[in-house]
């Protein structure tokens, strides 16, 4: 979160408006050095909650989990209506809230993918062998999943891809039978297909990919600045500061893209100690995993890593054009309070599943 706090100050820079501190939570940059401190201090607090709160062995209304899906999805579809929905980049995905002379922007899909992955954790965990039961788990549990994704999908289809793809993950592992979970990608399929079909936009973005020599002033314009961006730092990138492509040349330079300024100002060097760090993560997380002797607290450490990695390394895959351009931000990093605020939290359970882990292991409450 530091380095990405950093990056985005330094991706931040505008040479045609002038720092207004006036009104600092107009500008990104600024907005990142408050969610950071915000963020730090979240993640410490809730390491400290006991992540068994969340579990639903002791009832369903004793969990504050089916309280969040249930407003999850509400916000879901609040967001859709041009009444409360803020339409930036050509997708309504963000609500506005007024707080004072300020406007916060809160992402209902952040929420909903984060609470789907605890809700998966303790539904799969309260029913242990069920699971298996094909008409009576299994299929609602896919229902559940394809009305998140599906109300995600509407404006925002890379995100709900990411969802589905980890909810499923997490529901392998659980031990669902793997034929269960081959019934319903037929309908994936189906439903991807006519999202593609029908939005003129993600199908030219899929072609471009598909033809990186054409379409380099419209839809791989964005793809050939990422390149250029971290080509062009070498080993050691040109200095802190230092980068050109943040002057308007590199679209969603302080979200998206953010990894490939790093790469512009810090070079293969410091590409290279983010994807450390990323690995290190993921690495601590598995033990975090292997140590715990509670079902629930592993599939949910379990949900919380796949989460986080999986969305580098999508994002990564994207700056690096190794896959289509699409919105998915680089954890920790990318600016925007939602992402950093609800990973922070994530990070804080795990925290606290890893703290409870020895006791768990020599047989304590």
Same mark, same amino acid.
């Given at each position: 979160?530091? +380095?990405?706090?950093?990056?985005?100050?330094?991706?931040?820079?505008?040479?045609?408006?002038?720092?207004? $501190?006036?009104?600092?939570?107009? @500008?990104?940059?600024?907005? !990142?050095?408050?969610?950071?401190?915000?963020?730090?201090?979240?993640?410490?607090?809730?390491?400290?909650?006991?992540?068994?709160?969340?579990?639903?062995?002791?009832?369903?209304?004793?969990?504050?989990?089916?309280?969040?899906?249930?407003?999850?999805?509400?916000?879901?579809?609040?967001?859709?209506?041009?009444?409360? %929905? *803020?339409? +930036?980049?050509?997708?309504?995905?963000?609500?506005?809230?007024?707080? #004072?002379?300020?406007?916060?922007?809160?992402?209902?899909?952040?929420?909903?993918?984060?609470?789907?992955?605890?809700?998966?954790?303790?539904?799969?965990?309260?029913?242990?062998?069920?699971?298996?039961?094909?008409?009576?788990?299994?299929?609602?549990?896919?229902?559940?999943?394809?009305?998140?994704?599906?109300?995600?999908?509407?404006?925002?289809?890379?995100?709900?891809?990411?969802?589905?793809?980890?909810? @499923?993950?997490?529901?392998?592992?659980?031990?669902?039978?793997?034929?269960?979970?081959?019934?319903?990608?037929?309908?994936?399929?189906?439903?991807?297909?006519?999202?593609?079909?029908?939005?003129?936009?993600?199908? $030219?973005?899929? /072609?471009?990919?598909?033809?990186?020599?054409?379409?380099?002033?419209?839809?791989?314009? !964005?793809?050939? !600045?990422?390149?250029?961006?971290?080509?062009?730092?070498?080993?050691?990138?040109? %200095?802190? #500061?230092?980068?050109?492509?943040?002057?308007?040349?590199?679209?969603?330079? /302080?979200?998206?893209?953010?990894?490939?300024?790093?790469?512009?100002?810090?070079?293969?060097?410091? /590409?290279?100690?983010?994807?450390?760090?990323?690995?290190?993560?993921?690495?601590?997380?598995?033990?975090?995993?292997?140590?715990?002797?509670?079902? @629930?607290?592993?599939?949910?450490?379990?949900?919380?890593?796949?989460?986080?990695?999986?969305?580098?390394?999508?994002?990564?895959?994207?700056?690096?054009?190794?896959?289509? *351009?699409? #919105?998915?931000?680089?954890?920790?990093?990318?600016?925007?309070? *939602?992402?950093?605020?609800?990973?922070?939290?994530?990070?804080?359970?795990?925290?606290? +599943?890893?703290?409870?882990?020895?006791?768990?292991?020599?047989?304590?409450?």
């Amino acid at each position: 979160m530091a +380095i990405g706090t950093v990056f985005v100050f330094s991706a931040g820079v505008n040479i045609s408006q002038d720092l207004d $501190l006036r009104r600092f939570y107009d @500008f990104p940059a600024l907005r !990142q050095l408050l969610f950071f401190p915000i963020a730090c201090a979240i993640l410490c607090a809730v390491s400290f909650f006991n992540y068994r709160r969340f579990a639903l062995t002791a009832g369903w209304f004793k969990s504050p989990l089916p309280y969040l899906l249930v407003i999850s999805i509400a916000l879901l579809i609040l967001v859709l209506f041009p009444q409360f %929905g *803020t339409e +930036i980049n050509q997708a309504r995905r963000w609500l506005r809230i007024p707080a #004072g002379p300020i406007t916060i922007s809160f992402q209902p899909s952040e929420l909903a993918k984060w609470v789907l992955i605890f809700f998966l954790a303790a539904f799969c965990d309260k029913f242990g062998d069920s699971l298996k039961l094909y008409w009576k788990v299994f299929v609602p549990l896919c229902l559940l999943i394809a009305v998140v994704a599906g109300l995600v999908i509407i404006e925002d289809l890379g995100t709900a891809v990411f969802i589905s793809l980890l909810s @499923f993950l997490i529901l392998i592992i659980a031990g669902v039978k793997w034929w269960h979970i081959l019934t319903p990608v037929p309908f994936g399929i189906i439903a991807f297909c006519v999202v593609l079909l029908r939005s003129p936009g993600r199908l $030219l973005r899929i /072609t471009a990919f598909l033809n990186p020599q054409e379409l380099a002033d419209s839809a791989n314009y !964005q793809s050939n !600045q990422s390149l250029i961006a971290l080509g062009s730092g070498g080993l050691w990138g040109k %200095g802190l #500061g230092m980068g050109i492509c943040k002057y308007g040349h590199l679209p969603e330079d /302080t979200t998206d893209f953010i990894f490939a300024i790093i790469g512009e100002e810090l070079g293969f060097i410091g /590409t290279a100690a983010v994807i450390v760090l990323f690995i290190v993560f993921i690495w601590l997380g598995i033990l975090v995993v292997v140590r715990c002797r509670d079902r @629930f607290g592993q599939l949910l450490a379990a949900g919380i890593v796949l989460a986080i990695g999986i969305q580098a390394a999508l994002n990564i895959g994207v700056v690096t054009v190794v896959l289509p *351009t699409k #919105g998915i931000p680089l954890p920790f990093v990318s600016s925007g309070g *939602t992402s950093m605020l609800l990973s922070a939290v994530a990070v804080g359970v795990l925290l606290n +599943i890893a703290r409870q882990s020895p006791k768990t292991s020599q047989g304590e409450e």
